[in-house]
């Protein structure tokens, strides 16, 4: 048994429908209830596999253009992001490139990126082509996959595929670097380590500076 | 703590449940049911009855699947909000907790969902009356206090605490010269000495072991009672680090006076819930701990949030300006230097939340201080936030021990 603690950001433009993928997951988990009180805006998704517990914080990132500035302070120390655009709209998906640039250069490797083509219940208003799209998630190292939070499409699977690639980086020998229980060899908490989270916000490591 | 965590895999009543009852199980995980497990601290001494088991299994029903179930026991169960009730006991309506909720996936990916419980909802008498330690959630100083005070030994326990305190400000008599790093520094230093002396009481140290949420929960309650005894010395310490900064926020607020709601793009109908949560923000001077302070941010965002339903960060971040220039309080970098640098316990499992809050209210100050709300007139408000604010950003960064400050923000 390990838990592996992830912190996730949601990016993307405004409308694209960022909020409402993760609350249609948790109304149909019951995260809505038993999660935080502030809003869409924040919430713990919690995934055992395998008897493993993934932890996932997901943070939703402001999208409007004048506090783009500030957009830092949400993704620094994050493991995976959630690069959300809306398949009617070819706009939201172009501005996808110009977060991937600022998270390259301001994060580095070892992020973990899922690009996410939502609403893709309205194929007829289709502006972005599914290979497009595929061919772009490549070039960049990303998963790709269609969401619709109207019929549940994909949803699931997002959260699974961090999940389970989350567990995977933990294996990694040099990603374990935190061990919090009090019975290391049965039990550990490991945050991930990559050059992403070396950067990583006071909410993970700071027990090192502890007692333990 | 306000979220209660545990490991399902080690809860006696889970592992009944998938042991013992396997082809109840496996219809369960089939048919998409949802179990249900009461926190390991509220389970009976006695072997768990097939009614016990049965009771907590949860069938959705057709018409309201995410609402309204039945357990294998046949009685109606509602949720609404954290809350089940079993709808069935008309005299006697039994509403229980959900503390959090997991979705287990097993080898063949197959996947259900795990609802843990504060105590176990079949009410029957001899379960019911039977949960006898009831569940420790910190929300204040005096909350701390009492955990310290039941757990750790009584008053000894405290006054071993006083006196590091009192040793720690006799040796450090003039914290107003530190940076930033060495305040943080000499504090961990403090709560990690105050964590090993509170766990060399034998029996918090047994228990401890045994149990992740009562160590998270004392480490918490160490802190707490450590930062409130040396808060007014630290503070002096913190704002005079951040007083150049501060200085320089508070003259764009004084210009900022003026400031309504529709400057901010924010919905209308949050106006009257705004002002109640000024009222609470304004009392986060008054906390002398990062629990304390915390409490208060989270409350201020939730009367908003209750309001308005659904808040993203795009609507967030412009409450949040509102609040912190409406406050009138002369020192917010120094009040959210204390949060980001002096939460030292922060493992636990709520504390994502936490961070969440204190991000989007460091997105809040450092926008206002950039100058950006000025609006057009400060065209070139976006490299101020990068170079103005950089020394105390990158104070903070190194003092939290990021690599290189620079390209942080």
């Given at each position: 048994m390990?838990?592996?603690?992830?912190?996730?950001?949601?990016?993307?433009?405004?409308?694209?429908?960022?909020?409402?993928?993760?609350?249609?997951?948790?109304?149909?988990?019951?995260?809505?209830?038993?999660?935080?009180?502030?809003?869409?805006?924040?919430?713990?998704?919690v995934?055992?596999?395998?008897?493993?517990?993934?932890?996932?914080?997901?943070?939703d990132?402001?999208?409007?253009?004048?506090?783009?500035s500030?957009?830092?302070?949400?993704y620094r120390?994050?493991?995976a992001?959630?690069l959300v655009?809306?398949i009617?709209k070819?706009q939201?998906?172009?501005?996808i490139?110009?977060?991937v640039h600022?998270?390259?250069?301001?994060?580095?490797?070892?992020?973990?990126?899922v690009?996410?083509?939502?609403?893709?219940?309205?194929?007829?208003?289709?502006?972005?082509?599914?290979?497009?799209a595929?061919?772009?998630?490549?070039s960049?190292?990303?998963?790709?996959?269609?969401?619709?939070?109207?019929?549940?499409?994909?949803?699931?699977?997002?959260?699974?595929?961090?999940?389970?690639?989350m567990?995977?980086k933990?294996?990694?020998v040099?990603s374990m670097?935190?061990?919090?229980?009090p019975?290391p060899a049965?039990?550990?908490?490991?945050?991930?380590?990559?050059?992403?989270?070396?950067?990583?916000?006071?909410?993970?490591?700071q027990?090192?500076?502890?007692?333990c | 703590?306000?979220?209660?965590?545990?490991?399902?895999?080690?809860?006696?009543?889970f592992?009944?449940?998938?042991?013992?009852?396997v082809?109840?199980?496996e219809?369960a995980?089939?048919?998409?049911?949802?179990?249900?497990?009461?926190?390991?601290?509220?389970?009976?001494?006695?072997?768990?009855?097939q009614?016990d088991?049965?009771?907590?299994?949860?069938?959705?029903?057709?018409?309201?699947?995410?609402?309204?179930?039945?357990?294998?026991?046949?009685?109606?169960?509602?949720?609404?909000?954290?809350?089940?009730?079993l709808?069935?006991?008309?005299?006697n309506?039994?509403?229980?907790?959900?503390?959090?909720?997991?979705?287990?996936?097993?080898?063949?990916?197959?996947?259900?969902?795990?609802?843990?419980?504060?105590?176990p909802?079949y009410?029957?008498h001899?379960?019911?009356s039977?949960?006898s330690?009831?569940?420790?959630?910190?929300?204040?100083?005096?909350?701390?206090i009492?955990?310290?005070?039941?757990?750790?030994g009584?008053?000894?326990?405290?006054?071993?605490l006083d006196?590091?305190v009192?040793?720690?400000?006799?040796?450090?008599?003039?914290l107003?010269?530190?940076?930033?790093?060495?305040?943080?520094?000499?504090?961990?230093?403090?709560f990690?000495?105050a964590?090993?002396v509170?766990?060399?009481?034998?029996?918090?140290?047994?228990?401890t072991?045994?149990?992740?949420y009562?160590?998270?929960?004392?480490?918490?309650?160490?802190?707490?009672?450590?930062?409130?005894?040396?808060y007014?010395k630290?503070?002096?310490?913190i704002?005079?680090?951040?007083?150049?900064?501060?200085?320089r926020?508070?003259?764009?607020?004084?210009?900022?006076?003026?400031l309504?709601?529709?400057?901010l793009?924010i919905?209308p109908?949050l106006?009257s819930s705004?002002?109640?949560?000024?009222?609470?923000?304004?009392?986060?001077?008054?906390?002398?701990?990062?629990?304390g302070?915390l409490?208060?941010?989270?409350?201020?965002?939730?009367?908003?949030?209750?309001?308005?339903?659904?808040?993203?960060?795009?609507?967030?971040?412009?409450?949040?300006?509102?609040?912190?220039?409406?406050?009138n309080?002369?020192?917010?970098?120094?009040?959210?230097?204390f949060?980001?640098?002096?939460?030292?316990?922060?493992?636990g499992?709520?504390?994502g939340?936490?961070?969440?809050?204190?991000?989007?209210l460091?997105?809040?100050i450092?926008?206002i201080s950039?100058?950006?709300?000025?609006?057009?007139?400060?065209?070139?408000?976006?490299?101020?936030?990068?170079?103005e604010?950089?020394?105390?950003a990158?104070?903070?960064?190194?003092?939290?021990?990021?690599?290189?400050?620079?390209?942080?923000?």
């Amino acid at each position: 048994m390990k838990i592996v603690g992830a912190k996730v950001v949601v990016l993307g433009s405004q409308g694209v429908g960022k909020t409402s993928l993760v609350t249609r997951y948790e109304t149909k988990t019951f995260s809505r209830n038993t999660s935080s009180t502030i809003g869409a805006s924040f919430s713990h998704i919690v995934i055992v596999i395998n008897g493993n517990k993934v932890r996932m914080q997901v943070w939703d990132t402001a999208g409007q253009e004048r506090f783009r500035s500030m957009a830092p302070m949400y993704y620094r120390g994050a493991h995976a992001a959630l690069l959300v655009f809306d398949i009617t709209k070819l706009q939201t998906f172009n501005d996808i490139q110009t977060w991937v640039h600022e998270l390259s250069s301001r994060v580095g490797e070892g992020l973990m990126l899922v690009l996410v083509g939502n609403k893709c219940d309205l194929d007829q208003r289709r502006e972005v082509a599914r290979d497009v799209a595929q061919q772009y998630a490549a070039s960049i190292g990303a998963i790709f996959l269609e969401t619709s939070a109207m019929d549940e499409t994909g949803i699931d699977e997002m959260f699974e595929i961090i999940a389970t690639e989350m567990l995977r980086k933990s294996d990694d020998v040099d990603s374990m670097v935190h061990v919090y229980s009090p019975e290391p060899a049965t039990k550990s908490t490991i945050v991930l380590n990559n050059s992403a989270s070396s950067l990583n916000d006071s909410s993970l490591p700071q027990a090192q500076n502890s007692c333990c | 703590m306000e979220r209660y965590d545990e490991d399902l895999n080690e809860n006696s009543f889970f592992q009944v449940l998938r042991g013992e009852y396997v082809e109840v199980f496996e219809r369960a995980v089939e048919a998409g049911w949802i179990l249900c497990v009461p926190r390991a601290g509220a389970l009976p001494k006695y072997a768990l009855a097939q009614d016990d088991i049965l009771g907590h299994i949860l069938v959705p029903s057709d018409e309201l699947p995410e609402t309204h179930f039945r357990t294998l026991t046949d009685r109606g169960v509602v949720v609404k909000g954290n809350l089940l009730t079993l709808e069935n006991e008309v005299s006697n309506p039994h509403s229980v907790h959900i503390l959090f909720d997991e979705v287990f996936y097993d080898e063949d990916m197959r996947k259900y969902k795990v609802l843990c419980l504060e105590d176990p909802l079949y009410a029957s008498h001899a379960l019911a009356s039977s949960s006898s330690c009831d569940l420790v959630m910190l929300f204040s100083l005096r909350d701390c206090i009492d955990l310290l005070w039941t757990e750790g030994g009584g008053e000894e326990a405290l006054k071993r605490l006083d006196s590091l305190v009192q040793q720690f400000l006799d040796k450090n008599p003039n914290l107003e010269e530190e940076t930033l790093q060495n305040l943080r520094d000499l504090v961990s230093e403090l709560f990690s000495e105050a964590i090993q002396v509170t766990l060399s009481d034998h029996r918090l140290k047994h228990k401890t072991k045994e149990d992740q949420y009562l160590l998270d929960s004392i480490k918490l309650s160490v802190e707490t009672y450590l930062l409130h005894g040396i808060y007014k010395k630290l503070m002096k310490g913190i704002t005079a680090c951040t007083s150049g900064d501060d200085a320089r926020l508070n003259r764009i607020i004084r210009n900022l006076s003026d400031l309504q709601v529709r400057d901010l793009d924010i919905d209308p109908k949050l106006s009257s819930s705004l002002t109640k949560s000024k009222f609470e923000i304004v009392n986060i001077e008054g906390y002398s701990t990062p629990l304390g302070k915390l409490g208060c941010l989270k409350r201020a965002i939730s009367i908003v949030v209750s309001q308005g339903g659904v808040v993203s960060s795009d609507e967030l971040l412009p409450i949040l300006m509102f609040l912190v220039v409406k406050s009138n309080l002369p020192n917010w970098f120094a009040h959210l230097s204390f949060l980001k640098l002096f939460r030292f316990s922060a493992a636990g499992a709520d504390s994502g939340e936490q961070s969440f809050n204190i991000s989007s209210l460091e997105a809040a100050i450092q926008h206002i201080s950039s100058g950006a709300l000025f609006g057009n007139t400060s065209p070139e408000a976006d490299c101020m936030l990068q170079v103005e604010s950089n020394s105390l950003a990158q104070s903070m960064e190194e003092a939290l021990g990021y690599n290189g400050g620079n390209e942080l923000l």
